[in-house]
């Protein structure tokens, strides 16, 4: 996917949060799309002087994205991929196992839109979380909905939510959600409310997920996860083990309004105000809008 402006508003934001790149690992080496240099001036001159980059970080000719993890304060930068095609410093296939003198050597992994292309995503991001130390970072820019056909994956809010648990020596510390655009509003995704309520988006444009976790304890030899709605039905099941009883009777307007008819309605509503360019981010039992 590369590193847009958005991309580098989150990656700002993050070390305000105390995420240290001191010794930075990307995931594919990482360029800029459709970065200007007018979008970075006036970024940069919404926020106290020094608090954000500005222009030098497009210093590079070919655009790689090294000078803004200096920028950031790294200190070591290095970058894995399959093949040498750009210039990366480590050759690593995903689909295995990390080099063995990379374990534990990085206080940041960064994924720019690298995952999604690597068939065996389950090992990749297993061997992410491997490659950093204690107290470490994994940062992720990621496609969430719209991008169908850019890689083999795009990926849902569930996913990270159940996959960055101590369980698997990760803590999830945010998770944010944008659209492809310049400046886009970000909003914090909310964890899944009474009865695991799935999160579905809809929107007119491409969406990403940007994925801030900790890692808290040992990466185990297989990550595990579980949907949370399914968990909440088996916890349920295995509670009552008795047989289910009938729903009491409903009159056939509630059934209208309520089955599958009002399934129907509602998503021919919802579909209709974003058509009119209205907000997919609304629902705000869901999403909070974050400023950065």
């Known amino acids: 996917m590369g590193i847009d402006l958005n991309t580098v508003r989150f990656l ?3 070390r305000s949060r105390g995420v240290s790149f ?3 690992a990307m995931l594919g080496r990482q360029g800029f799309m459709g970065v200007r240099s007018s979008q970075l001036a006036k970024w940069q001159a919404a926020a106290p002087e020094g608090s954000r980059p500005g222009v030098e970080i497009l210093a590079d000719p070919r655009q790689y994205c090294e000078p803004l993890f200096k920028a950031l304060n790294a200190e070591t930068i290095h970058s894995y991929d399959f093949s040498s095609y750009e210039d990366a410093t480590h050759l690593w296939d995903l689909n295995e196992a990390p080099p063995e003198g990379a374990l534990g050597a990085y206080s940041v992994v960064f994924d720019g839109g690298t ?19 204690p107290g470490g970072h994994y940062l992720s820019v990621t496609p969430a909905s719209g991008w169908f056909g850019h890689g083999f994956y795009q990926f849902s809010a569930e996913l990270f939510q159940q996959i960055f648990t101590a369980g698997n020596g990760c803590e999830l510390t ?6 492809d655009r310049e400046t886009a509003p970000v909003y914090e995704v909310l964890p899944p409310g009474p009865g695991s309520v799935r999160h579905k988006f809809t929107s007119l444009r491409p969406a990403s997920l940007a994925v801030v976790a900790r890692k808290v304890g040992p990466v185990p030899d297989r990550l595990r996860a579980q949907q949370s709605d399914y968990v909440t039905a ?18 056939p ?5 309520g089955g599958r008819w009002g399934a129907v309605m509602r998503r021919w509503l ?3 105000y974003l058509a009119m360019g209205g907000n997919p981010f609304f629902d705000s039992s869901m999403y909070r809008e974050v400023k950065m």
């Not at 068939?119 to 130390?133: H, I, K, S, T």
């Not at 945010?174 to 659209?179: K, Q, R, T």
């Not at 088996?234 to 009159?251: C, F, L």
């Open 115 to 133: 995952l999604e292309h690597v068939f065996d995503f389950p090992r990749a991001l297993q061997g992410a979380l491997q490659l950093l130390e």
């Open 253 to 257: 307007l509630t059934s209208l309004a």
């Open 270 to 272: 919802k579909n209709r």
């Open 12 to 14: 700002t934001w993050t």
């Open 174 to 179: 945010a998770l944010l959600m944008f659209e």
């Open 22 to 24: 001191r010794k930075t």
């Open 234 to 251: 088996w916890e349920a099941k295995a509670a009552d083990n008795a047989p289910a009883t009938a729903e009491p009777a409903r009159s």
